[in-house]
């Protein structure tokens, strides 16, 4: 590895030290955004209006301080930046900034700002469709390493939450913007069916990793559990798009979306019970500890769009068990930010206080 390559685990699976650099800017970090966006929203859903609002601030300045930090990034450490783009284990964390940028606009739809909210869904339109191409053949198509599908992990899912975070705030805004309903409709569906697909390939790819490749505890990280947040927000995409007014792209859509959106609750809520088994395998049997790392982020965003899922889908489909499943999980996601936030600061103030002691 370069010096200087961002990497959050050791060779033995416990994470490295946070590093407070351009250069150690993993493209994942936009995760914790996403995770404080979506906990802020179930919060609003739930009605905790302040809850709701002290949570989207802290996931704005959280947004303003990694864009800061990736222009700089891309500016004087832009070789990290290329090798990132290159690697097939981290190049899929790239697909954060959309995601984020689309909780972001969600949100702001939800209260009202929708032209802000509109301006947000542009930025991650624009580059959802430049990645959506570029990641795919810098990481894989156009590596020489073969084989590859030992790379496959949790973080190629993420494919699959920036596309469905696009259909859940063009399914938003269709209502609002009449003049613009058909084409957000399209956008909407567009967006939702290439999410299914794409979740369709990556479980393929990461199941056959799985398979066919050794699996040891330290590969069993959080972003793993992004394949069952990359379920519930294709639920709450769904259930946007269930809601829309009738529109063509929706008229032939709508009963297939709203019954495929049951299934992924399904099949998210069973995902839960195999994801928290593999997680006391690695930490509980296998020892390796429980501390903060950046990906823990990649955690707590899938616990929220679950409770946000419930409750969108019940509330759309008149499902109240989903909805009464969802309001009750919010309390998970919100111990669960509560725990990954207070470790982020504690590692922050940690790095800011033991510099002066590593110079000297």
Same mark, same amino acid.
């Given at each position: 590895?370069?010096?200087?390559?961002?990497?959050?685990?050791?060779?033995?699976?416990?994470?490295?030290?946070?590093?407070?650099? /351009?250069?150690?800017?993993?493209?994942?970090?936009?995760?914790?955004?996403?995770?404080?966006?979506?906990?802020?929203?179930?919060?609003?859903?739930?009605?905790?209006?302040? *809850?709701?609002?002290?949570?989207?601030?802290?996931?704005?300045?959280?947004?303003?301080?990694?864009?800061?930090?990736?222009?700089?990034?891309?500016?004087?450490?832009? $070789? $990290?930046?290329?090798?990132?783009?290159?690697?097939?284990?981290?190049?899929?964390?790239?697909?954060?900034?959309?995601?984020?940028?689309?909780?972001?606009?969600?949100?702001?739809?939800?209260?009202?700002?929708?032209?802000?909210?509109?301006?947000?869904?542009? @930025?991650?339109?624009?580059?959802?469709?430049?990645?959506?191409? #570029?990641?795919?053949?810098?990481?894989?198509? &156009?590596?020489?390493?073969?084989?590859?599908?030992?790379?496959?992990?949790?973080?190629?899912?993420?494919?699959?939450?920036?596309?469905?975070?696009?259909?859940?705030?063009?399914?938003?805004?269709?209502?609002?913007?009449?003049?613009?309903?058909?084409? *957000?409709?399209?956008?909407?569906?567009?967006?939702?069916? @290439?999410?299914?697909?794409?979740?369709?390939?990556?479980? #393929?790819?990461?199941?056959?990793?799985?398979?066919?490749? /050794?699996?040891?505890?330290? $590969?069993?990280?959080?972003?793993?559990?992004?394949?069952?947040?990359?379920?519930?927000?294709?639920?709450?995409?769904?259930?946007?798009?269930?809601?829309?007014?009738?529109?063509?792209?929706?008229?032939?859509?709508?009963?297939?979306?709203?019954?495929?959106? #049951?299934?992924?609750?399904?099949?998210?809520?069973? *995902?839960? /019970? #195999?994801?928290?088994?593999?997680?006391?395998?690695?930490?509980?049997?296998?020892?390796?500890?429980?501390?903060?790392?950046?990906?823990?982020?990649?955690?707590?965003?899938?616990? &929220?769009?679950?409770?946000?899922?419930?409750?969108?889908?019940?509330?759309?489909?008149?499902?109240?068990?989903?909805?009464?499943?969802?309001?009750?999980?919010?309390?998970?996601?919100?111990?669960?930010?509560?725990?990954?936030? @207070? &470790?982020?600061?504690?590692?922050?103030?940690?790095?800011?206080?033991?510099?002066?002691?590593?110079?000297?």
């Amino acid at each position: 590895m370069a010096e200087g390559a961002p990497s959050t685990t050791t060779d033995t699976g416990a994470p490295r030290p946070l590093r407070l650099t /351009p250069a150690g800017l993993t493209p994942g970090y936009f995760a914790g955004v996403m995770a404080t966006g979506i906990v802020s929203i179930g919060a609003q859903l739930r009605g905790f209006t302040l *809850l709701a609002t002290a949570l989207f601030w802290a996931a704005v300045v959280f947004y303003v301080v990694l864009v800061v930090l990736t222009a700089w990034r891309f500016a004087s450490h832009r $070789h $990290h930046m290329s090798d990132d783009f290159h690697d097939p284990a981290r190049a899929f964390g790239f697909f954060t900034f959309i995601a984020a940028t689309n909780v972001l606009g969600a949100a702001l739809v939800g209260v009202g700002q929708t032209v802000v909210g509109g301006v947000l869904l542009a @930025v991650s339109v624009l580059v959802w469709l430049v990645l959506g191409y #570029v990641i795919p053949w810098t990481a894989v198509l &156009g590596s020489d390493r073969r084989p590859m599908l030992d790379t496959a992990n949790g973080t190629w899912f993420i494919w699959v939450v920036a596309s469905q975070s696009i259909a859940v705030v063009a399914a938003s805004l269709e209502p609002i913007y009449d003049s613009m309903r058909h084409e *957000l409709a399209i956008l909407a569906v567009f967006a939702w069916s @290439v999410g299914v697909v794409l979740y369709a390939a990556t479980a #393929v790819f990461v199941a056959l990793r799985v398979m066919l490749y /050794p699996l040891e505890p330290k $590969h069993l990280d959080p972003p793993y559990w992004v394949a069952m947040g990359a379920v519930a927000i294709t639920i709450v995409a769904g259930a946007r798009i269930v809601e829309m007014k009738d529109a063509p792209m929706i008229d032939v859509t709508r009963d297939l979306v709203a019954g495929m959106s #049951v299934v992924f609750w399904a099949f998210a809520t069973w *995902l839960i /019970p #195999v994801l928290l088994a593999a997680g006391v395998w690695r930490h509980g049997l296998h020892r390796i500890p429980l501390v903060y790392q950046p990906t823990l982020w990649s955690m707590v965003f899938p616990f &929220g769009m679950y409770a946000v899922a419930g409750m969108y889908l019940g509330r759309a489909n008149q499902l109240p068990v989903v909805e009464a499943v969802g309001a009750s999980w919010f309390w998970v996601a919100l111990f669960t930010w509560a725990a990954v936030a @207070v &470790g982020m600061l504690r590692s922050v103030v940690r790095v800011l206080t033991s510099r002066p002691t590593a110079a000297g």
